[in-house]
């Protein structure tokens, strides 16, 4: 185990008593060799959680990379998503990323997308891999308060994650603050704008004053806010400065000028 596992203040705990990781490594893009290196390095640094997706198709190389890493499954957090062309056959996709990931249980499992009123009866089929022990905690992406209600009208078990684009730039403070108060904590993808706007110069003044990186101050200020951050990185330098940020803290007034940015 090595320090970030042993640090409590890294992890948030679910609603349904599993603990997360505040920081993952995204792998939307990342294919074959590279998916597996950037897991490989990125477990190296330290990161525990894992994010990917039926969509991504790196469901088999990720979990090569999970097989080779020196680290016990246990202290792994392994997220992956139903597209939504499965929302009809969710078993049979379900199985599938399992297969590939040579997993016989997945942490996380997500409906990606509500592209249809199929999500509704998805749930259900969430909850069932749950109740079978083959899902620990069950959430949904891309969710809006109508489609959460929706949910929430027919199912007593919530969605426990709600994965959302999420930066200073699409600050989406309506749906986070009535995703926290039915206890379900937001995921934010995207946090770092694909790299196209850290170089605004909020950002980079907040940057200097913490001897930090804009990179950094984006994903901090989302820790802050009480989110889980889904840095996707390939380069040793990006995953080692996207894990560099449980030493500062931003000021109220950092904050002030994030929220309007
Ligand atoms: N649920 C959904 O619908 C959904 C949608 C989109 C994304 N996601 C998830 O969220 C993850 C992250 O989102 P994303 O991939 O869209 O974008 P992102 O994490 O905002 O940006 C990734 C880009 O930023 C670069 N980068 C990484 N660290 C950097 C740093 N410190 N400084 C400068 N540039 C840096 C990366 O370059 P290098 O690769 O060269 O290091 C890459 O080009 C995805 O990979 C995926 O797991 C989910």
Known sequence: MNDYANSSQNYYLLSDNYKIPKLGLGTYKLLEQNAYNAVLSAIDIGYRLIDTATIYENESAIGRAIKDCSIEREELFITTKLWHTGLTSVMKDFHESLSKLSLDYIDLYLIHWPADSNYISAWGD???????????????????????????????????????????????????????????????????????????????????????????????????????????????????????????????????LLADI
């Open 126 to 256: 969430l909850i069932k891999l749950q109740a079978q022990g083959l899902v620990r905690s069950i959430g949904v992406s891309n969710f809006t308060e109508h489609h959460l209600q929706s949910l929430f009208s027919r199912y007593q078990i919530k969605p426990v994650i709600n994965q959302i684009e999420f930066s200073p730039f699409l600050y989406q403070k309506e749906l986070l603050d009535f995703c926290s108060s039915h206890e379900i904590i937001v995921q934010a993808y995207t946090p770092l704008t694909r790299g196209k706007k850290l170089t605004h110069h909020v950002l980079q003044k907040i940057a200097l004053y913490h001897h930090k990186t804009p990179a950094q101050i984006a994903l901090r200020w989302g820790l802050e806010l009480g989110l889980v951050e889904l840095p996707k990185a390939s380069s040793i330098n990006h995953l080692q400065e996207n894990f560099a940020i449980f030493d500062f803290s931003l000021t109220e007034s950092d904050h002030h």
